[in-house]
């Protein structure tokens, strides 16, 4: 069976498995009521409304 003739560094390991950890940026989408950008499925915090009814007072 194969074996490494020589142990692989530190930093060649860590540029390997950092690769498939990119972090994106999160999902935006727009609030129906007053067009704000705001995270999906969270309380608009421009108007205070989720799924059409008022959740936070909003001054």
């Given at each position: 069976m194969p074996v490494p003739k020589q142990k692989k560094g530190r930093a060649k390991t860590h540029s390997r498995r950092s690769a498939n950890m990119k972090i994106?940026?999160?999902a935006?989408?727009?609030c129906p009521r007053?067009?704000?950008v705001k995270l999906p499925h969270h309380v608009c915090l421009n108007c205070g409304y989720y799924k059409g009814r008022e959740v936070i007072v909003v001054d």
């Open positions: 994106s940026a999160p935006k989408s727009t007053c067009g704000a």
